[in-house]
């Protein structure tokens, strides 16, 4: 089992900056990627940023490439994003996710982000 804690969520204004964590405890060893995900009132979640555990290589959503930068620091077993420019499109709850071989996603309880224009 893995468990996500996430923090670092709040109310900002408008092109104002948030840093989200999400620490990870438990099963790591076939940990293949971490990422952030958000879903918005009425909307399906939709992935924001993600990194792979092992290497360099990231992914973004067009709609953040920019503004927001995902990190992690592996001894510590922690993923984190870093949110500029924020905009109130960008309001939603942040999801942590923990992806492992054989596909299997592990998921935080979610901590909400409010932009105000």
């Known amino acids: 089992q893995v468990q996500l804690v996430e923090s670092g969520g709040g109310l900002v204004q408008a092109g104002g900056s948030l840093r989200l964590s999400c620490a990870a405890s438990?099963?790591?060893?076939?940990?293949?990627?971490m990422g952030w995900y958000r879903q918005a009132p009425g909307k399906e979640r939709e992935i924001v940023a993600s990194?792979?555990?092992?290497?360099?290589?990231?992914y973004y959503a067009d709609s953040v490439k920019g503004r927001f930068t995902i990190s992690r620091d592996n001894a510590k077993n922690t993923v984190y994003l870093q949110m500029n420019s924020l905009k109130p499109e960008d309001t939603a709850i942040y999801y942590c996710s923990s992806s492992h071989a054989g596909a299997r996603y592990y998921w935080g309880q979610g901590t909400q982000v409010t932009v105000s224009s």
């Open positions: 990194s792979v555990w092992s290497g360099s290589s990231t």
């Open positions: 438990g099963r790591t060893f076939d940990r293949v990627a």
